[in-house]
């Protein structure tokens, strides 16, 4: 098992442990069908990240900023050979010509989702500081609503 893997298993066990984090909306099995239905890959840690910031309001440990990976040597792409366990995410998204909803003092923030050694894909997560989740998995063209 990878050690990013490796790090979504102990985060998703530890919510689990943790209370109801997924009853906001509709539990894990509803975050793993809207996942598997969507395309994504590596489901288990898309419902990790999910409850977690819906437990937290805060990305889960593997994720990173595009500053700290910078300060770590990243020029872009993936980074498990560089920083092995970590992925890019917590970054302000600038949803200027997207259709996402806006709201006084509401930002956006992004995560990728199902990136590799070698690129980080077009599949995000975009998720409000009020608590709104959206999917893009074609590189912000569509925003579906996380359930």
């Not at 209370?19 to 890959?41: E, I, M, V, Y």
């Not at 990976?69 to 997207?98: K, M, N, S, Y």
Request: net charge negative; with cysteine.
């Amino acid at each position: 098992m990878s050690a990013n893997r490796l790090l979504w298993v102990i985060a998703a066990a530890l919510l689990a442990a943790g209370g109801p984090a997924g009853a906001q909306g509709g539990g894990d099995a509803a975050l793993a069908a809207f996942a598997t239905g969507s395309g994504l890959q590596d489901v288990s840690a898309f419902v990790a990240t999910v409850d977690t910031l819906r437990a937290s309001g805060h990305l889960p440990p593997p994720y990173v900023t595009k500053e700290d990976a910078e300060r770590h040597g990243w020029h872009g792409g993936g980074l498990c050979t560089l920083w092995p366990g970590h992925v890019i995410g917590g970054d302000v998204f600038d949803d200027a010509g997207t259709p996402l909803p806006s709201a006084p003092g509401r930002v956006y923030h992004e995560a990728d989702l199902d990136s590799t050694c070698s690129e980080r894909g077009p599949k995000r997560l975009v998720y409000s500081s009020d608590g709104i989740l959206y999917l893009t998995v074609d590189h912000y063209v569509t925003f579906v609503p996380v359930p």
